[in-house]
């Protein structure tokens, strides 16, 4: 059983592999338009990692702001 669960997976990569890398009508696949936008992914990634960021560090100096104004603190 082992064995057959094995291939479906080899088959299902191999399927994914081939489907992301066929060339389309115009010559680019899948993969060539990821890596042409890679840049524009990375600076919408690192722009909202930085909002997290600043958000949660907020949170975290306002609970701390409420903390030490709890009387006997």
Same mark, same amino acid.
């Given at each position: 059983?082992?064995?057959?669960?094995?291939?479906?997976?080899?088959?299902?990569?191999?399927?994914?592999?081939?489907?992301?890398?066929?060339?389309?009508?115009?010559?680019?696949? #899948?993969?060539?338009?990821? =890596? /042409?936008? *890679?840049? !524009? $992914?990375?600076?919408?990634?690192?722009?909202?990692?930085?909002?997290?960021?600043?958000? #949660?560090?907020?949170?975290? =100096? /306002?609970? *701390?702001? !409420? $903390?030490?104004?709890?009387?006997?603190?």
């Amino acid at each position: 059983m082992g064995l057959l669960k094995y291939a479906v997976i080899g088959a299902a990569v191999a399927y994914g592999v081939q489907y992301l890398t066929k060339k389309d009508e115009n010559g680019r696949s #899948i993969i060539d338009d990821l =890596k /042409d936008r *890679a840049p !524009e $992914y990375t600076d919408k990634l690192k722009a909202a990692g930085e909002k997290y960021v600043n958000e #949660i560090t907020q949170k975290v =100096k /306002d609970k *701390a702001a !409420e $903390y030490q104004q709890q009387p006997g603190v």
